[in-house]
C-alpha cells in the first residue's frame, strides 16, 4: 500500500500492518511529512480486515484518521488492533475497544492466526512529554500455513538472530530500507538496506520486501537510494536478487503455502 502498510491475504486472513491512508504523517494536517504517492488502494475499497498490527506510535505508523475509519467501515466487526505494551490506552481513548497489547515475546491468538510481538531497535512519542511511554514492536504472524514477519521501525541489533531462533521457518520478512541518513542521528532507528540484507540474513527467511521508503520525504537520501543501494548490497553478498525486492506501490505477488505436513 506504501511504506510500511501491507495487506496480507492468507488462510481466510485479511491483515493489515501499520496502515496509513492520510495525506500526512503528521499530527496537523497542514504541515509534516506529505505523502508523496497516493496509496495505492483506497480505504472504503479494501476487503473487511481481520486484524491490525500497529509497531509504534510514530505518525507515520499510527494514523488516528486511518484507525477510526478502519473501525467506523466495519461497526459490527471491526478489526481487532495488535499493539505493543502500553499502546491500548491511545485506542481506548478513541473508543476501540478491540484492542490487544503484547509486551515482547508475548503472543495472542485469533482463531487459528498466531501473533507474536518480538523486541526490535527503536523509540516511541506523539508529543513532547510521552518518550517512551508506550513500547515498539516487530510482529511474527503465525498463518494456518505461513509465517510472516513485519519488522516495523528499527535501527540494526541482536534481536534478529534472536528471533530466527524461536521462530524458525519465516517465509517472508517485512524489512525497513529507508529513512536512514544522516547515518550518526538515524543510525540507532533506522537500519540502511546494507543493514537490512544483514536482517534478512539474520532472519533466515526464504524471502524478503523492503519496505519505509517511497512514501513520505522523512530523511535526507533520495527517494531512489533505497532500492538501488539494496541491489547493490544483495550482489555484494551473492544472494539471488529476486529473494529480497521492493514493490512499486499496488503490486501484489504470491507467497508459496507450506505443505500441509509442513505446516504449522
Partial sequence: ????????????????????????????????????????????DLPDIHAVVI??????????????????????????????????????????ESVVELDWWQ?????????????????????????????WAGWVLDFPRQRIVHVGDSGYSADFPAIAERFPGIDLALIPVGAYDPRWFMKDAHMDPDEAVQVFKDLKATRAIGMHWGTFILTDEEMTAPPERLRAAMRREELPLDSFVVFQHGETQPLSEKKQDDAR
Fill in 107 to 135: 503472543s495472542a491468538g485469533l482463531g487459528n492466526l498466531k501473533i507474536h510481538a518480538v523486541p526490535v531497535r527503536h523509540w516511541s512519542a506523539r508529543g513532547l512529554f510521552d518518550r517512551n511511554t508506550s513500547l
Fill in 55 to 96: 509497531s509504534h506510535n510514530h505518525y507515520d505508523h499510527l494514523d488516528e484518521q486511518t484507525v477510526r475509519q478502519l473501525v467506523a467501515r466495519q461497526p459490527d466487526h471491526p478489526p481487532r488492533f495488535f499493539v505493543p505494551l502500553k499502546l491500548g490506552e491511545w485506542f481506548r481513548d478513541l473508543g476501540v
Fill in 1 to 44: 500500500m506504501g511504506h510500511s502498510t501491507f495487506l496480507i491475504q492468507s488462510g481466510g486472513f485479511n491483515v493489515l500492518t501499520d496502515p496509513h491512508f492520510s495525506e500526512r504523517a503528521s499530527p496537523f494536517s497542514f504541515a509534516g511529512p506529505l505523502r508523496v504517492v497516493p496509496p495505492a488502494v483506497a480505504l472504503d
